[in-house]
């Protein structure tokens, strides 16, 4: 099966528990985060785990904003690729930028 129904209420589970991730890669003080700001830099020094953490939560951002309620697996992978390249060769650039280029 390479496409799996994703309802909009997982999604908003996953923004909900993932913020915190996002407020500790902007500011350890800071619990509000502004998702057009959060930058490449600031994501790639994430550890691995809060970095796939971040990668979900804007595909599911991005695919909310699409109105996408089906996910095809292998195009988020690719797009997330997409993503890393673009982060490393623009770390200044935003993180919502990177993703909205590469979906």
Partial sequence: ????????????????????????AQDKINPIVDLKTLDCRTFLKLDSDHRNDVIMFYHGYISGQKNETVVNVDKLAQATDKVMDYCIDKPADTLMKSFISSR
């Fill in 1 to 24: 099966m390479d496409k799996l129904f994703v309802p909009t209420s997982c999604l908003a589970a996953l923004a909900i528990g993932l913020l915190g991730t996002l407020a500790f």
